[in-house]
């Protein structure tokens, strides 16, 4: 499956647009985590822990959404778009949702 963030693929001419597909996913980051992340904000440096929930939950949001889009009969999805966004104030919470448009492609043989 061709998952691009470009609205076209060269050389694969697009046959049918078949809708918009979504993947979402809500992590839940932990008190150890959080204060791992607060002494890295008081000393500097990486939170690594955050960097790694971060990166599983926007590769699950993104196998969401091309499921998704197998389901439809896609071949690719273009115009993807990666959204993050907290909830809540305190609660740790921290949604990706990926979304693009599922379609048909016409490979062109040269």
């Known amino acids: 499956m061709l998952v691009t963030t470009t ?7 697009i046959t049918q647009y078949l809708r918009i ?3 979402e996913t809500i ?7 959080d ?11 990486r939170s690594e822990a955050y960097e790694r929930e971060l990166t599983q939950a926007r590769e699950t949001a993104l196998a969401e959404m091309v499921q998704r889009a197998q389901e439809l009969g896609a071949e690719g999805v273009v115009g ?3 959204d993050y966004e907290t909830l809540g104030t305190d ?20």
Request: hydrophobic share 45%.
């Open 35 to 45: 204060l791992a992340a607060g002494i890295r904000n008081v000393v500097g440096g």
């Open 80 to 82: 993807v778009d990666i």
């Open 27 to 33: 992590a839940g980051v932990n008190v150890f985590k």
């Open 7 to 13: 609205p076209t693929v060269e050389g694969y001419p």
């Open 91 to 110: 609660n740790g919470m921290l949604m990706v949702t990926a979304s693009g448009t599922a379609v048909r492609f016409s490979a062109v043989r040269n």
């Open 21 to 23: 597909v979504c993947g």
